[in-house]
């Protein structure tokens, strides 16, 4: 067989395993947005978070969600992963987390590392985190501009080693946010990234999404995407632990090369997200509309939400965007990534494979 075949055997495969999981779901991750305030002002942040002012949970509503999981969910508790916004400027975090730890939760987290001082990287040992993925989105310069804060990089980087020194994480990620102008500090981003002791490098384009709808400048070209799929292609043949990230449908050129794994939006299927308000919905990055938020904690249980909603997520997608009707793989890619599906039209706004082969 062709490699070209055993991809698609592959696809046709986990396709088949994604239509058993649209008719009986499995939650094997749940997202955490303890907050949407952040020390820093990212121009492609999806969901806009910087110095702004929200309703937040207490520590008592997101340790009775806890319960309520752990009950419900007992046998097979999904990872808790935890985000904002800046998730440690949320002031009950070790009372949460420690608590999450205590009832058998495997949890990590998503942070922009700057906060991460011996002290606190002592505190995230004492709670039990077991994964973290911290962001560093360019060299210094560049990444300080891009978050809106001066020092941003020295500080995350101090973070990253201060948590290499505690010793005690799992799994250790860098995550870059590539955007059409950063593309040329790729290989010494690459330099960078040999010289620190994490287990993955994650790489993903900068999305049309939140704040970034603001910069059309920062958006990716098709010859930037063909370009990165590239690099990332070259450097895991040298061994080196690079990763595009989850989203979109690459094609067979590209799928089963780029990562370990070949594409499918789970959003609302394996995946669900509990909001710093108590609204319940898919992946954190989908566009925040009365058709994509499945309900709120205050009112009903996650569970029963879970059980009984979602109805927008567990179909094929593909059936309702015309372009994606007609491809030759819809099959595989059913409508494409959730984060950038337009659910007022039914459409998807980005279609990677088309950025791939144009």
């Known amino acids: 067989m062709s490699d070209a075949d055993i991809k698609t055997e592959h696809l046709r495969l986990q396709a088949g395993v994604r239509k058993q999981l649209i008719e009986k779901p499995l939650l094997t991750q749940l997202f955490f947005e303890l907050t949407l305030r952040c020390n820093e002002y990212c121009l492609h942040c999806g969901s806009r978070c910087g110095d702004v002012s929200a309703d937040e949970m207490t ?21 808790i992963n935890i985000t904002g916004g800046e998730p440690l400027l949320y002031p009950h975090f070790e009372e949460i987390l420690s608590y999450a730890h205590s009832l058998g939760f495997t949890w990590g987290m998503t942070t922009n590392g700057t906060l991460i001082t011996p002290e606190v990287a002592a505190m995230l040992k004492r709670c039990g985190m077991a994964s973290v993925s911290i962001s560093i989105d360019g060299i210094k310069a560049t990444h300080d501009r891009l978050r809106g804060k001066d020092g941003a990089y020295d500080l995350a980087m101090v973070g990253i080693q201060n948590l290499i020194d505690a010793d005690f994480v799992k799994a250790i990620q860098v995550t870059t946010v590539v955007n059409h102008e950063t593309m040329r500090e790729l290989d010494d981003l690459y330099e960078i990234m040999c010289g620190l002791d994490i287990d993955s490098w994650r790489i993903m384009g900068i999305e049309p999404i939140g704040r970034a709808i603001d910069h059309p400048e920062l958006l990716l070209t098709s010859e930037d995407h063909k370009n990165l799929m590239e690099f990332i292609r070259n450097k895991r043949l040298m061994n080196m632990p690079v990763t595009y990230g989850c989203f979109h449908y690459l094609g067979l050129k590209y799928e089963g090369e780029v990562r370990d794994w070949y594409f499918t939006c789970m959003a609302g299927i394996t995946v669900a997200s509990i909001t710093s308000k108590g609204d319940v919905m898919a992946c954190l990055d989908i566009d925040r509309t009365p058709k994509t938020i499945q309900g709120n904690i205050h009112d009903r249980s996650f569970a029963d939400m879970w059980n009984n909603e979602f109805k927008v997520f567990r179909y094929d997608k593909a059936e309702n965007d015309e372009n994606c009707k007609n ?13 950038t599906w337009d659910f007022d039209n039914n459409k998807q706004r980005l279609c990677l494979l088309k950025e791939l082969t144009s």
């Not at 520590?59 to 990872?79: C, H, M, R, T």
């Not at 793989?329 to 984060?339: A, Q």
């Open 59 to 79: 520590a008592d509503d997101w340790k009775e969600i806890l319960d309520q999981v752990k009950v419900d969910f007992e046998g097979k508790l999904p990872q």
């Open 327 to 339: 491809c030759d793989s819809r099959k595989f890619c059913m409508g494409g990534s959730c984060h």
